[in-house]
T-cell receptor, first 108, second 115 residues
């Protein structure tokens, strides 16, 4: 079967760093996407990993280990506007698999 | 990335009626998808809209309840038929450009409430 495991909710402080972990089990793995979704809005694309390693994009970085079925999203210099849900979406046979995401709460 | 216009943005409908949601893209795209997302839940794929042929539905979704059209490479509609309160949800259109590793991009969604 296919499964995605992320923490349901995390809390962090403005200006700090937070790491959101994701483990997955899928067949026909092609790559892994991270999306951000603010409450009541559509998801927006953040990053894509297909090879092992770290992809850095400004304040956001994403890491993938294919052999471990593991990824994380690292957010630096947190801002209040980063309060949102973060969705880990592995791609299986070119179809995205969606979990419920991690709700990130930023406190001043 | 493609610009996706989805409408209506929200609606309140009576039980038993039907509503058609439109999704317009500013460029030709191969793949168009329709999702449903209930509050606090993950995205659930309803179907893949195929240009020139019948949509491909996921388990638990049927054409009679969610008929889909895809007349060309830039436009699709989803109809929610014979609505009940359980159909209250956000409905999202997304598109994917061709080529490996391309992300899906989403329209702003349609917030549907059934009375």
């Amino acid at each position: 079967g296919q499964n995605i495991d992320q923490p349901t909710e995390m809390t962090a402080t403005e200006g700090a760093i937070v790491q959101i972990n994701c483990t997955y089990q899928t067949s026909g793995f092609n790559g892994l996407f991270w999306y951000q979704q603010h409450a009541g809005e559509a998801p927006t694309f953040l990053s894509y990993n297909v090879l092992d390693g770290l992809e850095e994009k400004g304040r956001f970085s994403s890491f993938l280990s294919r052999s471990k079925g593991y990824s994380y999203l690292l957010l630096k210099e947190l801002q209040m506007k980063d309060s949102a849900s973060y969705l880990c979406a592995p791609q299986s046979n070119y179809q995205l698999i969606w979990g419920a995401g991690t709700k990130l709460i930023i406190k001043p | 990335s493609a610009v996706i216009s989805q409408k209506p943005s929200r609606d309140i409908c009576q039980r038993g009626t039907s509503l058609t949601i439109q999704c317009q893209v500013d460029s030709q795209v191969t793949m168009m998808f329709w999702y449903r997302q209930q509050p606090g839940q993950s995205l659930t794929l309803i179907a893949t809209a195929n240009q020139g042929s019948e949509a491909t539905y996921e388990s638990g979704f049927v054409i009679d309840k969610f008929p889909i059209s895809r007349p060309n490479l830039t436009f699709s509609t989803l109809t929610v038929s014979n609505m009940s309160p359980e159909d209250s949800s956000i409905y999202l259109c997304s598109v994917e450009s061709p080529g490996g590793g391309q992300p899906q991009h989403f329209g702003d969604g349609t917030r549907l409430s059934i009375l």
